[in-house]
Nanobody
Framework: QAQLVESGGGLVQAGGSLRLSCAASGRIFRFNAMGWYRQAPGKQRELVAGITSRGSTKYGDSVKGRFSISRDNAKNTVYLQMNSLKPEDTAVYYC????????WGQGTQVTVSS
């Protein structure tokens, strides 16, 4: 059974918005900081945003003020609200603990057209 399942990606025009969701197993989610990561073609995977079990957040410089991470501990789910999307946000988005541990999910593709 998959332990990390990302969803919500798609094709959107520049300036648009998307909301990503990640359903995690309780074993992964409980007590752990969670993060959203992305990997663009030819680039290394990078941390986009992170959130502790208590709700403290952090963001990569390129997404500050545009993306917002949140979590629902009752549903073992972490979200990423992405606004004012840019073509350079195009990537496969993944969630995992922060720092990452174990297997990755399949990710969800986000494509931003100019």
């Amino acid at each position: 059974q998959a332990q990390l399942v990302e969803s919500g990606g798609g094709l959107v025009q520049a300036g648009g918005s998307l909301r990503l969701s990640c359903a995690a197993s309780g074993r992964i989610f409980r007590f752990n900081a969670m993060g959203w990561y992305r990997q663009a073609p030819g680039k290394q995977r990078e941390l986009v945003a992170g959130i502790t079990s208590r709700g403290s957040t952090k963001y990569g410089d390129s997404v500050k003020g545009r993306f917002s991470i949140s979590r629902d501990n009752a549903k073992n789910t972490v979200y990423l609200q992405m606004n004012s999307l840019k073509p350079e946000d195009t990537a496969v988005y993944y969630c995992n603990t922060d720092p990452p541990y174990g297997s990755w999910g399949q990710g969800t593709q986000v494509t931003v057209s100019s």
